[in-house]
């Protein structure tokens, strides 16, 4: 006779539920593991390592200590994409001090800033009230793309709603070098720097596929 009260069923011993590990943990982990192990780290491994760390508001010091290390310790070429996330969560903290090392640390690997790097750094410069460099910035995001997206235009708009956009000014300039400036960029910008005080008018002009 079988007993109907016995069951095929195998069931697990009861475990407590994993808590959730961030990510960032694992990653630091892995790195080093491999610098334990003796791999070297490549281009590619410190950009992983930099975008998980920068997804952690906390991660500022150490994402810009990662990118100035491996380029500076080991020679390490990074390329703009290491950079990116490193500025971004150096925009979200307001490290104005860091956001000019990494820019300093890109010029020297030969690596131009584009767009969203551009934003961040105008945008760390806007709210700790560097005019000149916010006035630098600006320029960069000139000569480098015809119009800028949604996103950036907020960071601009932004910068010219604050005092300091009304009150920043040079306290002496010469007539005569503006206008040779103007002449020698082209006309209708002189790249000398914030002349007069006043308010803004920002207005935005659409453009098209065709730049038009």
């Known amino acids: ?3 109907t009260n016995r069951s095929s069923t195998y069931s697990p011993p009861r475990t407590h539920a994993a808590l959730p590990v961030h990510p960032a943990a694992v990653a630091r982990r ?4 491999m ?3 003796g791999a070297p780290p490549s281009e590619a491994t410190i950009t992983s390592l930099g975008r998980v ?3 952690d508001g906390e ?3 150490e994402a810009f200590g990662l990118v100035s290390t491996m380029r500076q310790k080991d ?3 990074l390329r703009l994409r ?9 925009r979200r903290a307001r490290e104005a001090g860091k956001a000019s090392a990494v820019e300093a640390l890109m010029a020297a690997s030969a690596v131009s800033q584009e767009e969203p790097e551009l934003a961040a750094l105008l945008e760390v410069s806007a709210k700790v009230r560097d005019t000149d460099k916010v006035y630098e910035y600006m320029h960069k995001l000139w000569r480098a793309i015809g119009c800028v997206i949604e996103e950036t235009a907020k960071v601009l708009e932004g910068r010219f709603r604050i005092e300091t956009a009304a009150t920043a000014h040079k306290p002496e300039w010469d007539v005569c070098q503006v206008k040779d400036a103007l002449v020698a960029n082209g006309g209708g910008c002189h790249q000398l720097g ?3 005080t006043g308010p803004w008018m920002v207005q935005r002009v659409r453009a098209g596929a065709d730049d038009k």
């Open 75 to 77: 020679g390490i070429a």
């Open 59 to 61: 991660g500022a010091d």
């Open 82 to 90: 290491s950079y990116s996330p490193v500025l971004a969560v150096i």
């Open 194 to 196: 914030w002349l007069q």
């Open 53 to 55: 760390v920068a997804a």
């Open 35 to 37: 610098l334990e192990a």
């Open 30 to 33: 892995v790195f080093a593991q």
């Open 1 to 3: 006779r079988t007993s």
